[in-house]
């Protein structure tokens, strides 16, 4: 049953500690995103890598950080450099050539008091 | 500056009528344009899509239209049923853009019964 899972689902922390956001894929897509929603708001992209070993700064990269060392998985960490953590956080993979149609977990909040 | 804008955040129809929910666009390079639907607590999932060489693109009770002129396109649900209340986020990309794709702020649905 292929997929995409992050885990968990729900996650605390206090502010000034980092946190990684688990991302894995058995799709076997190239492609892997990671979006940040915020009530009211769209999806934005945080980053997002191509290819193992390779990614990219989406629009809003800045305190966060991720490494494509399989091609299964893409976690995310959020370090203590980013100013407002709290948020629903959405990973996504798809194949190269049709990255439009991208795959969705189920996404992790996070919140950080 | 939000380039993907879907200025309408919410829309109540009756069982059985159209929904319409409207999109509109400043990049004038965008040529692939998409709708997700989502659900509370999970993550999009793909919807339809449209390329700019098209005007309509129908896939069962689900129709996008295309006007490139006006930057605008819409997604029709006809006739709209209970389970199809979610949020819809448009989403567009252009050829180039290294797999990124950039997302409205989404549209919430309501049908009653």
């Known amino acids: 049953d292929g997929g995409i899972t992050q885990s968990p689902k729900y996650l605390f922390r206090k502010e000034g500690q980092n946190v990684t956001l688990s991302c894995e894929q058995n799709?076997?897509?190239?492609?892997m995103y990671w979006y940040r929603q915020d009530p009211g708001q769209g999806l934005r992209l945080i980053y997002y890598s191509q290819i193992v070993n390779d990614f990219q700064k989406g629009d809003i990269a800045e305190g966060y950080s991720v490494s494509r060392e399989k091609k299964e998985s893409f976690p995310l960490t959020v370090t203590s450099a980013q100013k407002n953590p709290t948020a629903f956080y959405l990973c996504?993979?798809?194949?190269?050539?049709?990255?439009?149609?991208?795959?969705f977990g189920p996404g992790t909040r996070l919140t950080v008091t | 500056d939000q380039q993907v804008k879907q200025n309408s955040p919410s829309l109540s129809v009756q069982e059985g009528r159209i929904s319409i929910l409207n999109c509109d666009y400043t990049?004038?390079?965008?040529?692939?344009f998409l709708w997700y639907k989502k659900y509370p607590a999970e993550g999009p999932t793909f919807l339809i899509s449209?390329?700019?060489?098209?005007d309509k693109n129908e896939d069962g009770r689900f129709t996008v239209f295309l006007n490139k002129s006006a930057k605008h396109l819409s997604l029709h649900i006809v006739p709209s049923q209970p389970g199809d209340s979610a949020v819809y986020f448009c989403?567009?990309?252009?050829?180039?853009?290294?797999?990124?794709?950039?997302f409205g702020k989404g549209i919430t649905l309501s049908v009653r019964p």
């Open positions: 990049n004038s390079m965008f040529d692939y």
């Open positions: 989403a567009a990309s252009a050829t180039g853009a290294n797999s990124k794709l950039t």
């Open positions: 996504a993979s798809s194949t190269q050539e049709s990255f439009y149609e991208q795959y």
């Open positions: 449209i390329s700019s060489i098209k």
């Open positions: 799709l076997n897509h190239d492609a």
